[in-house]
């Protein structure tokens, strides 16, 4: 009994080593820089516009009567106040729509330096705007930073699901939602009245945009490309060796090579399919379902909400006007801790209890938001619960929904579908974007402080689909993954494996012949079998 609990204890101690020798450094400088120059802008420029709301609006009006004599109504500037913050998720639904043709051509990491362009453009553009006395500026520089956010919350995921051991595949996933966080918080740090965050200075706020980029263009070119892209999608296996050799800091990787060699073999076809195809694919049928439940949940799950609710609470609660921007920076620095949290216990506890855990716990601080909400009046404690249930909802998501879509993206598709798939993803979580921004005002007026229970319904109904659908994925291969969904496709496990599309079928012997003559060329010295 003693050597069997001394057996069991060596096992978990190896794995916990072999986790540790998986964090290589230059893999976390890939992810680091990726992520910085990535979704770091996007959750930055979900909240820069905040701050100098007040500004900006005096800058459009400004402009306007100096163009035409006359001052703009305030319907119409709150019109090219809502073009100007909603136009990003427009932009970001171009991206996600344009990133497939991208990634295939240029490969992930190139991707990311290319995506550059757009940041520093757009940066250039709105921070020259207030100079140049033209608020169109600002919203062109708008929608070409939604372009960069789109292509890198689908290229980025891609990357690091692609460098990542399955070991540590969900933490180094988790980068994604933690820089999204320190984005959001630091937009909202530099907002304050003392950094950049007044009628001279805001300007630099958009400026700032170039600084992340620069850091990626300097350094991600001496980081390697995806080692699957190159083996699977280039042939290159040389480059790809080196590349397993730089990411997992050991010489042999021979077993990594073979892995990856085992999983296109059992395939047969690297050929990128359209998304056409991939929704067409029976074997992948319920993961794209899966994909699209949580893309969807992660948007209209009401989180949106509660940043518009935040100062209006925080007022009720007693909080000086002028102090409520600093008090605001505790939302921001709880969404970047829970998700700082989430990437510690992502490969401890699994994808499913954090998703369907997050969820449920938003249920909950819902339900109570909205009875604090109402009686708030008749009670004069309730408004700290009311910024308690928020600071708990922020939490709430940011420890599973926030970021494990993207890992699930990553984790669902072989090769060949992965770029589709990210395609698919991006434009739900897009769309869905838009529609809140477009509908909640709406929903707000009509439902009052009710309204939180339209998210409590979303939340309850997407944790439903993904308790009784989604498996657990954490330390599985794609193989073992296929294998789970493969009684809910209909598919037998031999099809699963396979993952043929019809009209793309070759012979055996025709497909095992290309193979190994992609693989010599790639100057590979193992065998085909």
């Known amino acids: 009994m003693e050597n069997k609990q001394q057996s069991n204890e060596g096992v978990t101690q190896n794995k916990e080593m072999k986790k540790k020798m998986n964090w290589s450094g230059s893999l976390i400088l890939a992810s680091l820089t990726g992520a ?24 459009y009006n400004e402009t306007w009567e100096r163009r035409y004599g006359f001052s703009v109504d305030e319907s119409t500037l709150t019109l090219l106040w809502s073009v100007t913050v909603s136009i990003f998720a427009i932009g970001g639904l171009v991206g996600a729509i344009i990133v497939t043709p991208i990634v295939k051509f240029f490969g992930r990491k190139c991707t990311l330096l290319l995506n550059n362009v757009f940041a520093v453009t757009a940066a250039i553009l709105m921070s020259l705007s207030q100079l140049a006395g033209s608020f169109e500026m600002l919203i062109l520089g708008r929608i070409i930073m939604g372009v960069d956010a789109g292509i890198s919350l689908s290229a ?12 540590i595949r969900g933490s180094l996933g988790q980068v994604t939602a933690i820089f999204i966080c320190v984005g959001v918080f630091m937009g909202q740090v530099l907002g304050l009245p003392e950094i950049f965050g007044t009628e001279s200075r805001w300007p630099f706020l958009f400026g700032v945009i170039v600084v992340p980029a620069l850091v990626q263009i300097v350094i991600l070119p001496f980081l390697p490309e ?13 480059k790809a060796e080196k590349a397993f050799q730089t990411f997992l800091r050991k010489d042999d990787v021979s077993q990594e090579v073979e892995e990856v060699l085992a999983e296109s073999r059992v395939q047969r076809n690297t050929k990128l399919v359209s ?10 049928r319920w993961q794209v379902i899966t994909v699209v439940v949580t893309m969807g949940c992660y948007q209209l799950c009401g989180l949106n909400a509660i940043w518009y609710y935040t100062n209006n609470i925080f007022s009720e609660a007693g909080i ?3 102090t409520i921007p600093y008090v605001t920076l505790s939302t921001g620095a709880v969404e970047t801790l829970a998700a700082v949290s989430s990437g510690l216990v992502i490969e401890r506890l699994g994808r499913r209890p954090l998703l369907i855990g ?10 109570v938001l909205t009875v604090s909400l109402t009686l708030q009046n008749n009670v004069t404690w309730l408004p700290y619960l009311s910024i308690f249930c928020i600071l708990a909802i922020i939490a709430s998501f940011c420890i599973g929904p926030g970021g494990i879509p993207f890992v699930l993206t990553g984790e669902f598709f072989q090769q060949s579908q992965r770029p589709a798939a990210f395609m698919v993803a991006g434009t739900v979580n897009w769309l869905c974007n838009f529609a ?22 979303i939340c309850f109904a997407g944790a439903t689909y993904l308790f009784f659908v989604l498996p657990e994925t954490k330390n599985k291969t794609l193989s073992e993954i296929s294998h789970a969904f493969a009684k809910r496709n209909k598919v037998s496990l031999e099809m699963q494996e396979m ?23 790639g100057e590979t010295k193992h065998a085909i079998v």
């Open 320 to 322: 000086n006007s002028k």
């Open 436 to 457: 809140v921004g477009l509908l909640f005002p709406f929903i707000q007026s009509g439902l009052q402080n009710y309204c939180f229970l339209v998210f409590a319904a």
């Open 226 to 238: 995806s080692p699957r892209y190159l083996l699977l999608e280039k042939h290159n296996t040389s």
């Open 275 to 284: 998304v056409l195809q991939l929704l067409r694919t029976r074997a992948v």
């Open 36 to 59: 910085f120059g990535s979704s770091f802008l996007y959750g930055y420029n979900l909240s820069v516009v905040n701050a100098p709301a007040v500004y900006i609006k005096k800058f």
């Open 499 to 521: 993952n043929h599309y019809p009209e793309e079928r070759k012979s055996s012997a025709e497909q095992e012949s290309n193979f190994t003559s992609s693989v010599d060329n």
């Open 156 to 167: 980025l995921p891609m990357y690091l699901s692609e460098i990542s051991p399955k070991e």
């Open 358 to 367: 997050g969820f449920g716990l938003m249920i909950v601080f819902f339900a």
